[in-house]
């Protein structure tokens, strides 16, 4: 098998004037233009060289191509994962889960700012590469697992039991991640109803998915069954877009980053059932 580092093209990334620096980043001098509505943010686009190869190095150590079925996109530039984790205010003491760590890119940044991290991956290849990449630190926990089959709350519950915050009057977990743009719906269901659990969730989505989910002014004809879920649930907002060429393999499509601040249960629109709330408008 010929070696990926020697087949991979090099990555380039826009050139653009930056009005916003990554705290703590080293010197950039590349940057992306955000725009969303008429607010406009400009997030730096550095690439970094230890991030890229590492990416590759560890696909390379395991033989491995990334897999279209598990929606597999890494990302290669660490600015963009700083974003992410400053996103979410990710801090010393913070708990955070990261679904579908990969090579371990994000979930560096996260340990980096002092959170403890949960990481759950599908793949038993990456699994044993983030396992064997933080294997002398304590402050996280890699389960290969399926995230759509998995225990989340019993597995969320136990963590925050060891860590004495289980008992917190306020959700005190966080959710930060590069999720699978195929399976971004089913995520968001499973994780916007625990806001007992989460108090946010920073997500990285198809673009055109977060601007249709966050839009507050749709026509009546594209509000969809998702959009009422969501902001029964969450007070979602589009924090920045993130052009395509900073993924292996390049996707078709740009993504962005979206912050979901999850609502307690007593800041629910009143209705007598919320199930039988969705199953009608399900079927509206």
């Known amino acids: 098998m010929a070696c990926l580092l020697q087949s991979l093209p090099q990555i380039q990334f826009p050139a ?3 009005r916003r620096t990554l705290r703590n980043s080293a010197p950039v001098d590349r940057s992306a233009g955000v725009s969303c509505g ?16 590492a ?17 597999q996109h890494y990302m290669l530039n660490s600015s963009i ?20 760590p990969g090579t371990g890119s994000l979930t560096n940044v996260l340990l980096n700012a002092g959170a403890t ?26 389960l290969q697992e399926d995230f759509m089959k998995c225990h989340l709350r019993s597995h969320m519950t136990s963590m925050l039991e060891k860590g004495n915050l289980l008992d917190a009057k306020t959700a005190c977990a966080k959710v930060v991640s590069n999720i699978p743009f195929n399976i971004s719906t089913d995520i968001v269901k499973q994780l916007l109803p625990m806001g007992d659990i989460f108090s946010e969730a920073v997500l990285l989505l198809q673009d ?30 589009y924090i920045f877009k993130v052009p395509r060429t900073n993924f292996f393999p390049q996707p078709n499509v740009d993504a962005a980053v979206v912050r979901f601040k999850l609502k307690q249960a007593v800041d629910y629109p009143s209705v007598a059932s919320a199930k039988s709330f969705f199953s009608m408008v399900g079927h509206a």
């Open 16 to 18: 653009t004037t930056s």
């Open 81 to 100: 994962n700083e974003e992410l984790a400053a996103a979410a205010d990710v801090k010393v003491g913070d708990f955070v889960l990261e679904i579908g």
């Open 208 to 237: 055109e998915t977060a601007l249709r989910w966050v839009e507050s002014s749709l026509r009546s004809s594209e509000y969809r069954p998702i959009n009422i879920f969501i902001n029964f649930y969450s007070d979602p907002e």
């Open 117 to 142: 991290v949960l990481a759950i991956e599908k793949d038993p290849h990456m699994a044993a590469v983030v396992k064997e990449r933080f294997a002398s630190v304590n402050q996280l926990k890699v």
């Open 55 to 71: 990416t590759l190095r560890a696909l390379n150590s395991r033989g491995r191509t990334p897999r279209k079925s598990l929606g």
């Open 38 to 53: 008429k607010r406009t943010l400009q997030v730096t686009s550095d690439r970094n060289e230890d991030d890229y190869h």
